[in-house]
């Protein structure tokens, strides 16, 4: 007898609102975290910034939209949008400040690449559905791996804005084109959910092209706003730094006075 899914067996659309996931571990390691990011903070932003983001991965884990994800794989990349593109850059912005290096830069989004590609292909997402370690290891590697990238992505001096940039758009890219892949595929590719569709009004195949669409178009935008979150620190950087005339300006009154 094959194993039900983390979040149980696939949800009819009449049962679905009462599909809560209580899972007591999962409950209390969301609260263990929160708790522990929010009590390492002094200021009133990160630790809004902190609260909202594991809010928002409670959502993706505890309400009905973890049932959901077991009959619609457009859940399932609904969930993963919420982990990768709310929660992951609000907990990453309620972190402390500190400059990170270029090579922290290639591991944080080299190491989130492997994973949305990895667990997005056919064999790893359909085992998901039959272990709950491989569950468990899909959602805690690419949450991860999610928050370590933002946490570069949005906290960098001025001088690698140039850096940030190029991976925002590296990462943009090959989020897109993943998310293109499986919108435009001409078949579906995920097993568990070829008889789970049906219910919820859509076929295998216009199931799996929206969640391909719900990838494709949000991580653009989102990487976006780093872009421009980035070229405007920079350019207060460049607007709050004297003029190199008013420096030799200021060095020779200072030499007159002496």
Known sequence: MQPLPYCGSAPSPGELLGRLNLDPVLIGAL????????????????RTYA??????AAVAFISP???????????????HMILLLIAAPLIALGWPKWHVGAQSLWV????????????????????????????WSMHITLFGSGILLWRELV??????????LLIGLLTSTHMGLLGAVLALARRPLFLPHFTSTQAWGLTPLQDQQLGGTLMWVPGIAL?????????RGLWNTLEGAPSAEHVNQHESTTARIS
């Open 155 to 164: 906290y960098h001096p001025p001088r690698r804005t140039g850096l940030v």
């Open 51 to 56: 609260i909202c983001g594991w809010l928002a």
């Open 223 to 231: 990487f976006l706003w780093v872009s421009i979150r980035s070229l």
């Open 108 to 135: 944080a989004s080299i190491a989130f690449m492997v994973a949305l590609w990895a667990w997005h292909m056919p064999t790893p997402y359909d085992a998901t559905f039959t272990s709950t370690a491989l569950y």
């Open 31 to 46: 609260f263990a975290f929160a708790l522990a990011q929010f009590l390492s903070m002094r200021e009133r932003r990160s």
């Open 65 to 79: 939209l973890c049932a959901l994800s077991v009959s619609l794989f457009s859940a399932r990349i609904a969930q």
